[in-house]
């Protein structure tokens, strides 16, 4: 069994999209790699200003903080920092990048495997580092994530393709989504690649979608062009599935847009 360390930037996770990320599944995410977890950290900002005088704020800042704690995470909490800029402007810092990322480096001695749940570019330098020393480096993340960053790490999860990270964001229709791997812009159809379960294998590929079957956000309808252009853009979709005699179809199919929910 490889021997794994998780490393989460909280406020880059909730940020671009990750509120409400399930910790105990991002430890079953590292288990399904055939690994076991002996680090688990989270870096998370702590404003004591705003604590200290809005007690039901820190109320759920607590709750919050000591759900991950009941994980099994260490908690890494950086001050937030308010500065005022000569024009008078409030500038507030709670950036715990180099924390993270010296921890990572430290620790990895006794690592085999480490995931970064992060989608900030600034560690595309830490991914190299840890490569370079033999680790393999996956990344957990949301919206806004570094290209560079996808590119660099052995393998990148989409928090809003696997089951179960976030809490309940799929209502309870339990509506499946996935991302068109082949297409044929002419017919216009493809098929759908769907996170089936945590491991990297997990997937099935054989979704059909009929570009009839698919709306835009605002449900209009979607041309040859702009379907195509779905799979070069590695857009998520949304959509149920029903059976068409000897394949799956989907159905009331459409654009994610994970900043609608």
Known sequence: ?????????????????????????????????????VRANAYMAVDRERE??????????????????????????????????????????????????IDALLQADNLDYVLLGTGDGDFVRLVRALQNRGKRVDLLSFMNTSTQLRQEVDYHFSGYLVPDILFSDRGPTQRLRGILHAVNEEKGYGFLTVQTGLAIDSIREDIFLHITDLRTVRGGVVSNADFAHLKVR????????????DRKKAVNAVEFRPELL
């Open 52 to 101: 200290n005088m809005d007690p039901e704020y820190r109320q759920k800042r607590e709750v919050y903080r000591n759900r991950a704690r009941r994980e099994g995470y260490h908690l890494i909490l950086k001050e937030v920092r308010r500065y005022r800029t000569t024009e008078g402007e409030t500038i507030v810092k709670a950036d715990a990048d180099l924390e993270l990322a």
């Open 234 to 245: 590695e857009t998520i979709i949304e959509f149920e599935v029903e059976d068409d005699g």
């Open 1 to 37: 069994m490889l021997k794994a360390g998780i490393f989460l930037d909280m406020e880059n996770l909730n940020r671009c999209g990750g509120h409400g990320i399930q910790f105990r599944q991002i430890k079953a995410l590292v288990e399904a790699q055939q690994a076991v977890v």
